[in-house]
């Protein structure tokens, strides 16, 4: 069996070399070799590839190239950014798209298979090579990295809320029970006694990534970590004395200067953020989570704590979780979390799924023979 790996990374790039070896000593009649996306450009090939167009390829570039712009301006300095710089950059980047697209195409054609392999698959050139590939009639498989700890991603339909894990809460329902025990030791070694600062009962909020993938494609009414805060101050206005205690938290890798955001709070009575107290610790003392879709989710459920999901999430069952898609919906779920409990069961039973069905054990990072071995095999399995 034949595979292409397409690197956007030099990280990814080396593990997917290696991942490859690992396939052709699984099956030496097949052949794997892994595209570096930036030297697939220095050949002549690829230039009548720009006379390929359809309505579908080019309805999806455009999307890719509106979904990078959202991208750009959630960003700091894109906050900055006037009209006419934007117009500028659809312009180019939509040039830019039909030329990358023309690029991958031809570079997946060279390779003569029919199955392609990229991390995470949501980001401007995945998308694009994605995009690529599906003119060509590849199926594609995506990589990313574990929801739970020490595991791997790997499938065939796309990763966070495009993931192939099931909708309907009771396709789990043949699953044992398991102790959640072994996937929650690292967070409440994380643990530590009550910080005095803390309200006697509250909901933790924790901030993402505003150009993230999983903000800019997954977050239909909360465009950004501003208008989230703004969320909670409107139920907060309207709820008044029922409303609860809110910590937020900043995300450390999201770029955003938030000094103006945490004065705006700094008197509010009942919304405050908290960048001092390690996350876990604020699972750990919260009477709930309450997220967008963040991997924080999922630390929320593995905990045992509550949990209201505000955007897309493949994790929001309603057995699991609360779920608010509009202002009104917020506040009813604040009014509702105190009472409502989730169906013990069907968490056990879900991480059950993810831990001994979906996920593939082993760190990418830290990969080693086996890992490498349970990878490429699971590669095999897919392709049949």
Same mark, same amino acid.
């Given at each position: %069996?034949?595979f292409?790996?397409?690197a956007a990374?030099?990280?990814?790039?080396?593990y997917?070399?290696?991942v490859?070896?690992?396939?052709?000593t699984?099956e030496?009649? *097949?052949?794997?070799?892994?595209?570096?996306? +930036?030297?697939?450009w220095?050949?002549?090939?690829w230039?009548?590839?720009l006379?390929?167009n359809? $309505?579908?390829?080019?309805?999806?570039?455009q999307?890719?190239?509106n979904?990078h712009?959202?991208?750009?301006q959630?960003s700091?300095?894109?906050?900055l950014?006037?009209?006419?710089?934007w117009?500028?950059?659809r312009?180019?980047k939509? =040039?830019? #798209?039909r030329?990358?697209? #023309?690029?991958y195409?031809?570079?997946l054609i060279q390779?003569?298979?029919h199955?392609?392999?990229?991390?995470?698959?949501?980001?401007?050139r995945?998308r694009?090579?994605?995009c690529a590939?599906?003119?060509?009639? %590849?199926?594609v498989?995506?990589?990313e990295?574990g929801?739970?700890?020490d595991?791997?991603?790997?499938d065939?339909?796309?990763i966070?809320?495009?993931n192939?894990?099931?909708r309907?809460?009771?396709a789990?329902?043949?699953l !044992?029970?398991?102790?959640?025990?072994?996937l929650?030791k690292?967070?409440?070694?994380?643990f530590a006694?009550?910080p005095q600062?803390?309200p006697?009962?509250?909901?933790?909020?924790?901030?993402q990534?505003?150009?993230?993938?999983q903000?800019?494609?997954?977050s239909?009414?909360?465009?950004d970590?501003y208008?989230?805060?703004?969320?909670f101050?409107? !139920?907060?206005?309207?709820?008044?004395?029922?409303?609860?205690?809110?910590? /937020?938290?900043?995300h450390?890798?999201?770029d955003?200067n938030y000094a103006?955001?945490i +004065?705006?709070?700094?008197n509010?009575?009942?919304?405050?953020i908290d960048?001092?107290t390690?996350?876990? =610790?604020?699972?750990?003392?919260?009477? #709930?989570?309450?997220?967008?879709?963040?991997? =924080?989710g999922?630390e929320a459920?593995l905990?045992? +704590?509550?949990l209201l999901v505000? *955007?897309?999430? /493949?994790?929001?069952?309603p057995?699991l979780?609360?779920r608010a898609d509009?202002?009104q919906?917020?506040?009813?779920c604040?009014?509702?979390?105190p009472?409502w409990?989730p169906?013990?069961l069907h968490?056990?039973q /879900?991480?059950?799924?993810?831990?001994?069905r979906?996920?593939?054990?082993?760190?990418w990072q830290?990969?080693?023979e086996?890992?490498?071995? !349970?990878c490429?095999?699971?590669?095999?399995?897919? $392709?049949k």
């Amino acid at each position: %069996m034949n595979f292409v790996f397409f690197a956007a990374r030099q990280l990814h790039r080396q593990y997917f070399s290696r991942v490859s070896q690992q396939l052709n000593t699984l099956e030496p009649q *097949g052949r794997s070799e892994v595209l570096w996306h +930036k030297t697939l450009w220095q050949t002549i090939y690829w230039i009548p590839q720009l006379a390929f167009n359809n $309505s579908k390829t080019s309805q999806q570039r455009q999307q890719i190239v509106n979904d990078h712009l959202r991208e750009k301006q959630n960003s700091r300095k894109g906050r900055l950014r006037s009209a006419l710089y934007w117009r500028c950059f659809r312009r180019l980047k939509t =040039v830019e #798209a039909r030329l990358l697209f #023309a690029i991958y195409r031809q570079a997946l054609i060279q390779t003569n298979t029919h199955q392609m392999v990229i991390w995470n698959g949501l980001k401007y050139r995945q998308r694009l090579a994605v995009c690529a590939a599906e003119s060509c009639e %590849m199926k594609v498989v995506y990589m990313e990295n574990g929801l739970l700890p020490d595991m791997t991603t790997i499938d065939p339909k796309g990763i966070n809320y495009l993931n192939s894990v099931p909708r309907d809460i009771n396709a789990f329902q043949a699953l !044992a029970p398991i102790d959640l025990s072994p996937l929650n030791k690292s967070l409440k070694q994380q643990f530590a006694p009550r910080p005095q600062h803390l309200p006697e009962s509250y909901i933790f909020v924790p901030f993402q990534v505003n150009t993230d993938s999983q903000v800019v494609l997954f977050s239909p009414w909360i465009k950004d970590m501003y208008a989230l805060v703004q969320e909670f101050e409107q !139920a907060a206005e309207k709820l008044d004395k029922q409303m609860p205690d809110i910590i /937020f938290k900043t995300h450390p890798a999201c770029d955003q200067n938030y000094a103006e955001l945490i +004065k705006h709070l700094e008197n509010h009575n009942k919304l405050h953020i908290d960048n001092d107290t390690p996350t876990p =610790v604020l699972i750990q003392h919260a009477m #709930a989570v309450a997220t967008i879709n963040s991997t =924080v989710g999922i630390e929320a459920l593995l905990l045992d +704590k509550k949990l209201l999901v505000l *955007g897309h999430a /493949f994790y929001s069952y309603p057995s699991l979780s609360l779920r608010a898609d509009s202002q009104q919906a917020l506040q009813h779920c604040l009014q509702q979390l105190p009472d409502w409990q989730p169906n013990h069961l069907h968490i056990q039973q /879900f991480f059950n799924y993810l831990s001994n069905r979906y996920q593939l054990p082993g760190k990418w990072q830290h990969a080693d023979e086996g890992h490498l071995q !349970a990878c490429a095999q699971r590669l095999l399995e897919l $392709s049949k």
